[in-house]
C-alpha cells in the first residue's frame, strides 16, 4: 500500500511540473501491477541466432593472461561503446568459455579491433587451438597484454564491473589507453566475414 502511495505521489509530483503542449496529446499510465514477466520466446533458437547475424558487426580479439603468465584470446563481436565521459565499453563473453575465469579474475584486458585483412586471425581465435597465439604478431601493453599486429584499433581496459545475464556475463571496460590507425574493417554479417571501408 506504501508503495502505491508513493507512486501516486511520484505521478502527481510528474504533473506539477507538466507543460500543456497544445496540439500534443499525453497519456500518464500508472502502473500499478507488478512487473510481468516475458512471455515464452515464440522462436526456437536457431531462428533467434538468423535474425541476430543479420545485424553487421566489427570482430575483436580480446586479450588478457592466463593462469600461467601465458595468454588468453578470443574472438568477440559483441563489443560496443557505453559511455564517453568516463570512457566504457561493453563486450559478453559465455558462460562456458575456458576464458571466463580469467577475465572475470584479472584486472585488465585489450580489445584489439580487427583489420579487413584480418579474418585469419578472427578464425584462429574462434578455434579450439590449444595456443592461438602461436606464430601471432603482437607487442605488450602497458599492462603487459598482447596488442595484436596489424589491428585498426586497440582499448586497454581496466575490468570495472561484469553482469551475468542469461547463458553470457556482459562485461564492462573502462578504457585507459587506446590508439587506432584508420584503415578498412572487418565485419561479421549473416555468418560471414566481408570489409568495409577505405
Ligand atoms: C565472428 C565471431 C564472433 C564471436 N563473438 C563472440 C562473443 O562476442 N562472445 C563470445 O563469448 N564468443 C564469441 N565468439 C565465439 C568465440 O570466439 C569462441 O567460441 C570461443 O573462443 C570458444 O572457445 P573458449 O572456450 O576458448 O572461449 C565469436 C566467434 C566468432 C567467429
Not at 505521489?9 to 499525453?26: E, I, L, T
Not at 516475458?38 to 588478457?64: C, K, M, N, W, Y
Request: proline content about 5%.
Amino acid at each position: 500500500m506504501a508503495m502505491i502511495l508513493r507512486k501516486i505521489r511520484d505521478a502527481s509530483a510528474q504533473k506539477a511540473h507538466f507543460r500543456h503542449n497544445p496540439g500534443v496529446s499525453y497519456r500518464l499510465t500508472l502502473m500499478l501491477s507488478p512487473k510481468k514477466p516475458a512471455a515464452e520466446p515464440e522462436f526456437d533458437s536457431q531462428h533467434f541466432r538468423a535474425a541476430l547475424s543479420q545485424f553487421a558487426t566489427g570482430v575483436t580479439v580480446i586479450t588478457t593472461r592466463d593462469e600461467n603468465g601465458g595468454f588468453f584470446g578470443l574472438t568477440a563481436s559483441s563489443f560496443n561503446s557505453v559511455s564517453l565521459t568516463p570512457p566504457l565499453v561493453l563486450w559478453s563473453l559465455g558462460s562456458h568459455s575456458r576464458g571466463l575465469p580469467l577475465f572475470s579474475g584479472n584486472s585488465h584486458y585489450v580489445i584489439n579491433v580487427l583489420a579487413a585483412d584480418q579474418a585469419a586471425l578472427a578464425e584462429r581465435f574462434a578455434s579450439r587451438a590449444d595456443d592461438r597465439f602461436h606464430g601471432v604478431d603482437f607487442t605488450l601493453s602497458q599492462t603487459g597484454l598482447p596488442i595484436l599486429g596489424g589491428v585498426s584499433a586497440w582499448f586497454e581496459c581496466h575490468n570495472r564491473s561484469r553482469y551475468p545475464e542469461g547463458d553470457h556475463v556482459i562485461f564492462v571496460g573502462e578504457v585507459e589507453r587506446c590508439a587506432f590507425e584508420a584503415k578498412p574493417a572487418l565485419v561479421f554479417h549473416g555468418g560471414r566475414f566481408a570489409e568495409i571501408g577505405v
